[in-house]
């Protein structure tokens, strides 16, 4: 997988800035950046410190293509653990390509997408999950994706999994060495240390499966569905938590006909909040279809956002029973919160509410009244307050479901007495799942989809 060539690539965004990074890895960098790059002081590049930087000039045949700092990282002290060099030179685009271009001329090699952080890996300076880390935290785009791949790359839960993994590995081992021996009849796993083991590890991996639905939608942006009848002020709701008029406003019942969806950053946290058709009775194809899709968008939410007219409740108390509770049916797992709007024309008794068990809040979203409690309830929701691991990587959470498997498999095993050499199998399952997730059992293929997907420079 790795090349022994050294390799060169813009790590900056291409295009016009103020400035831009060229980075070279590999065993010719340091030699190679000398031989044309002329220091303001009289040392050559080979003869200085690891982590220093370097005013001068790049020429080429006696021509200044710029003025540039040059950094030096001395491998293995260095972040793919090889020479690197980095350059820093003005944000032309002409100066970018004429420098990587000399380089090449002269034989370096361009670098492959995600080579740079591949070679990191090979060359121990991360496991896998946390070479993964480093394209997450590149695409992060609010606090809490940030703060996730911040963690997974200083270690999360992959120096936990690689200490587990070993005394998982031990017990293996043991169990191997019975089967050498199995003539003498000799036993030299303790199978109720084994058992506990496997308990610890399956609680720490059940967290980490349970963590991943919400670490996919704090990565992706969380889909809250607002819904409820026609007119009771969801377009409105929506145009107030995005501060713009996103959607038409109107009192005809039914302007809203299709989903309507936009993002907000709330407290490090993006809320993707989608405005739907009201439900209702009615003969119009056009608005059935929405009404169709409203029920759709149910599905994929992460919470219901469920607007009841204050104004009219007592009125309609009845049909609103009826469709939360075909809500609720649609959707069972998914949290619904009832939003009592348009409290500036009308305001409801307590004890009219005692009849459901849901979170509840008051507010006038044309007054915008309550809307920062409607911000907070729904940043609380999903706020990982306790800093615990959380996974977003499907690969990773493919790799502990299965491995789960194989655990569960073995705790079977060794509660109904089978033998050794079947445990071992259900123990090698786990222990290659597990590996593949820090990336001690791997494959090219497996790198090659990885690293492929990261940004040429990294």
Known sequence: MIRDETIIALATPSGVGAIS??????????????????????????????????????????????????????????????DVIEISCHGSIYIQQRIIELFIENGIFPAKAGEFTLRAFLNGKMDL????????????????????????MRGGFSS?????????????????????????????ADLTKLNDLLIKIHKIISNLIQSFSLGNVLKNGIPIAIIGPPNVGKSTL????????????????????????DEVNFKGINFRFID????????????????QRTFEKLKSASSILYIIDSSSYLKNKLKIQLEILSIIEKSPKT???????????????????????????????????????????????????????????????????????????????ISNNITGDLLSVDLKDALNYLGEITGEVTNDELLGNIFGKFCIGK
């Open 276 to 291: 739907t058709a009201g439900i209702r009775d009615t003969k119009n194809k056009i608005e059935k279809i929405g009404i």
């Open 335 to 413: 949290p619904l919160l009832l939003i009592f709007n348009k409290a500036d024309l009308s305001s409801i008794l307590e004890n009219e509410l005692s009849q459901f068990d849901f979170p509840k809040i008051h507010l006038s979203a044309k007054n915008k009244t309550g809307i920062n409690v409607l911000i907070n309830h729904l940043v609380s929701s999903f706020k990982n307050n306790k800093d615990e691991s959380i996974i977003t990587n499907s690969r990773h959470y493919s790799a502990f479901v299965a491995a789960q498997k194989a655990l569960s498999n073995v705790q079977n095993g």
């Open 129 to 152: 999950s946390q070479a993964e880390a480093v394209a997450d935290l590149i695409s992060s785009e609010n606090e809490s994706s940030h703060k996730i791949a911040l963690n997974q």
């Open 238 to 261: 929506l145009n107030s938590l995005l501060n713009e008029e996103k959607a038409i406003i109107s009192n005809i019942p039914g302007t809203t006909r299709d989903v309507i969806e």
């Open 160 to 188: 936990e999994i690689k200490n587990l993994r070993i005394e998982l590995l031990n017990f293996a081992s043991l169990i191997e060495l019975e089967l050498d021996f199995s003539e003498e009849d000799v036993a030299f």
């Open 21 to 82: 990074v060229i980075r070279l890895s590999g065993r010719e960098s340091i030699s190679i950046v000398d031989k044309f790059f002329y220091c303001k002081s009289t040392k050559s590049l080979l003869n200085q410190k690891s982590h220093t930087i370097h005013l001068g000039e790049i020429k080429s045949n006696n021509l200044i293509i710029d003025q540039v700092l040059v950094s030096v990282f001395k491998g293995p002290y260095s972040y793919t653990g090889e």
